[in-house]
């Protein structure tokens, strides 16, 4: 029976012996090659699984992006649309407190002139309460669009 000097010392030259000898030593060999490759697969795994968890977080960031983006168009139309009628009103009150300046009641005393000279007053005031707050809300549409304008 030869005796080798390398890492498998074949006992016999029976094909069969050599093969029974030898079976425990390949075996482990692609026992470790098959660890090693799933070792190197379930490392591809989690790498995969961190790229797909980046992408869906990549993901949402643009669809809430869009939705932001369209959420600033929507309002931003909103407010366009709301500033037309907001300076007629303006406007109308205005030509309306003119038109009231111009509006002259007789002199007279008793109590249809008073009552007369009140309601004017009324229509005045409550005028100037419209304009103010058309104004007020017209300022405030205005620095929406422009907060609008700036964000796109």
């Known amino acids: 029976r030869p005796v080798g000097n390398t890492i498998l010392d074949i006992h016999t030259t029976d094909p069969l012996i050599m093969i029974i000898d030898t079976a425990p030593f390949f075996l482990g060999f692609f026992a470790y090659l098959i660890g090693q490759r799933q070792e190197r697969n379930e490392n591809i795994n989690k790498e995969l699984m961190s790229s797909l968890e980046e992408l869906h977080k990549m993901q949402n960031q643009l669809l809430e992006q869009e939705r932001l983006r369209s959420e600033i168009a929507l309002s931003s139309q909103i407010a ?7 300076n007629f009103i303006i406007n109308y009150t205005e030509i ?14 008793g109590p249809m002139y ?13 005028l100037m309460v419209i304009h103010k707050h058309g104004k007020r809300s017209g300022s405030i549409l205005s620095e929406l669009l422009k907060a609008q304008h700036a964000a796109a």
Do not use: F, T, V
């Open 114 to 126: 008073e009552d007369l000279n009140g309601i004017k007053k009324n229509i005045s005031d409550n």
């Open 96 to 109: 309306s407190m003119e038109l009231l300046r111009e509006c002259a009641i007789p002199e007279g005393s």
């Open 80 to 86: 366009h649309e709301l500033k037309n009628p907001l």
